[in-house]
């Protein structure tokens, strides 16, 4: 174990230019400290502002069993201070003009800062403290966990579109705890303490489980020595944390789930398939995926608009989304919302005569160009926008992509072809694969 | 480095150019070639303001058409041409605006102009999407019909402007969408697409010459004045009225509300440092403390001042379990007294100035952001030096001064509040 002026006779490990990116985009740096800490600089020097962002490698998805909602109740317990700083941070930080947040995911937690450059060194500084320094007492934790029970609430205890979704993922996942709602199950957020907290924390909140990441106005090499200076002093577990979950089987039945409530007015249709992620995927295979949703569902002119919305009128509205960016088999919706006289029955057999169809044959070449042309775009777009770029480039990172993977996701995307398109279909939108979700007034339920 | 690249660096209104077409057309550019794409963001006053009173949705309507077909296109013949080129196009009606969004990569400008182009001077409005477009709406609205928030927002708004274009609903009701024809969306775009009430602003990868030329292109063939309603000037009704609307939930969604001070008003830069300390800025403000934090009332609890053209408010809302939303209230209303009858401290004053005027950058990092800004402010009336004056009007509230427009902002902190769940005891 590393710690104080020790760290900084060590090298940083070469930094990686980001390949294949033809001399249009930012040179993007990869670095890691002794401590095993990671860092990752995008250049982007149009204004004088910084993204600075903290993400670790624990999301809800490592919750131990029973504890659902603590990685993302410690999200809310860090704001509450350390003994350098006992009342936590967030004045300081908006008298410098700063904003702040932090947000839990399935597979990682990030903390993050917006500032003028010269502030940067300041929010390394706090950031770094609170990466082992948390001091939690019970007086503060009790009324955060109103908090985030009143925010469990406010997102889905009053809305039956997201119980339904919760349900539909809870289905899919029969065995791996992606089927856990990221805030957790209200009976179990009910229970969780500040001993919960802490020894989650200490499992999971060090330097060499971290990856520190910074957009904007900088030098990677002043980013990479204040970062010695401060994340390089803080000690690091002798072995990084290592995640332990139970891995989905393969599955063999195809399951329907159905919310009837009175509140509901507008009924609505969702198919959610288990599918591998860019992390899990054999090459190429998470990339045909993502053509072949937005050859589906993304937009106006995709298969599914065309053919349900335009020709059939059996819907006013569907889409498709597909979550590549995923440690684990991952899902890929497609949704929709039926027309007044069509029925979810209806809507779903006709989903499954297009999905039959796209398995069966290959797509045109002009619809194929065209969803190759939108995604490689959307890299480029990303440019316009550091604080995505430091989103983009930490979940990729946190869910086990390398640099390179991004920097060539572009081409990669150019090389996918209609064959791989149609075998995508084929093998991994079967319908045994799937959880339909039905979600209907009660009248509708008999 | 020159003395004029130095200036333009430190200088926020000196990287923006006042561009004038040919034709007349004014707008704002800021030229950056640094990543290789254009945006391009107008208004116009075609909001919902302007819909006749017995068909509101009129204008979310026409802004849900433009895209969907227009000159040689059918609709999908447009989006298609949309997405050969990954064009991003979108246009949305508010109350008193249409806006238009354009991002376009740098090597697809004239081909994103020319659709730009066909959408605003002949979108179809074909039958087919016209009918799209409004079941769209409908399901929409159906989705929304017992939804908490939308609830207590349709609530608020019929009971803060009653009588008034601001008191009905921007995207439609379910009993009257229906009666919306073809001919009163042409009547509205003949109206109101003119270029007395066009704002627009440019930021990318594109020079004023190539601008200037772009805007007689799509706004040239537009008449100078528009043929509008007017809208009369109004205040939030209804001060100490409670609605409390019954919904089977286990949380009480609240809104609350009274009238604001404008953007406009010489008084503004105060009510918003005043505001920032009640409920706007983030996780340090009164109610994020009292509320949220020391608690553990609510999850989200914020204010905010709002200003349409005719109209403005501080707004605010917060999502409390039934069995104490009766005590949010009274934390928050509490709140608001105790800073209309103290005013703020010393100490939050300087707090409230260094935040709002060390984040101001924090609103210019993106294209779109920058864009969005430099229309937003066209609209206001102000011109290109406020971006450099704003901090310093920031800076110059005084105690006194925060105190006073304090006062005026809060009055006797009575409130229109509307509530909707199962609230024991409101």
Known sequence: MQSGPSVSEHPLTPSVPAGGRQGTGPVITHSRLENGLQIVVIPDRRTPVVTHMVWYQNGSADDPAGKSGIAHFLEHLMFKGTKAHPKGFSDLIAELGGQENAFTAYDYTAYFQRVAKEHLATMMALEADRM????????????????????????TDTDPAQQLNEAVQASLFSHHPYGTPVIGWGHEIETLDRTDALTYYERFYTPANAILIVAGDVESSEVEHLARETYGRVPTHEKPPRRFRPQEPEPRAHRLVTLTDPKVEQPAHERVFLVPSYTTGAPGEAEALEVLTHFLGGGHTSLLYRELVIERKLAVAVGAYYMGTSLDATRLWIYAIPTPATSLEQLDRALDEVIARVADHPIEESDLQRARTRLVADAIYAQD?????????????????????????????????????????????????GVTGFLLPEAAAA | MTAVAEAAL????????????????EAWL????????????????????????????????LAGLLDEGAGPYDAEAFHRALDDKAIHLSFNADRDHISGHLQTLGRNTDAAFDLLRLALNEARLDAEPLERVREQMVATLKRDLNDPEAMANRAFRAAAFPDHPYGRAVRGELATLPSIARA???????????????????????????LARHLDEVFGAWPELPDLMTVPATSVANLGMRRVIDLDVPQTTIRFGRPGIHRRD??????MVVNYILGGGGL??????????????????????????????????TSTKNERAAESLAVIESEIKLLASEGPTEAELEKAKKYLTGSYALSFDTSTKIAAQLVHLQQQGFDISYLDERNKLVEAVTLAEAKRVGERLFGDGALLVTAVGRPAGM
């Open chain 1, 132 to 155: 082992t320094g948390l001091i939690l007492t019970d007086d503060v934790v009790a009324p955060e966990r109103d908090v985030v029970l009143e925010e469990r609430r406010m997102r």
């Open chain 1, 385 to 433: 926008n550091q604080a995505s770029l430091a989103r983009w480039y930490g979940a990729s990172l946190a869910t086990g992509l390398t640099i390179e993977d991004i920097a060539r996701w572009p081409e990669r995307i150019e090389a996918v072809t209609a064959y791989d398109v149609q075998t995508a279909a084929g093998k991994w939108l079967h319908k045994r694969r």
């Open chain 2, 10 to 25: 430190s200088s926020r209104a000196g990287r923006v150019q006042r561009v004038f077409s040919p034709g007349g057309i």
């Open chain 2, 30 to 61: 800021v030229e950056e070639h640094a990543v290789p794409l254009v945006a391009l963001e107008f208004s116009i006053n075609c909001g919902a303001a302007q819909d006749a009173p017995d068909r509101p949705g009129t204008a979310t309507l």
């Open chain 2, 184 to 210: 009163d969306l042409d009547r509205l775009r003949k109206r109101a697409f003119a270029r007395a009430t066009l704002k627009v602003a440019a930021v990318g990868a594109i020079g004023a010459a190539a």
């Open chain 2, 266 to 271: 010489p008084e503004f830069m105060p009510a």
């Open chain 2, 284 to 317: 340090t403000t009164r109610l994020f403390h009292e509320v949220r934090e020391k608690r553990g009332l609510a999850y989200s609890v914020y204010s905010q001042i709002q200003s349409f053209d005719r109209a403005a408010m501080l707004a605010g809302s």
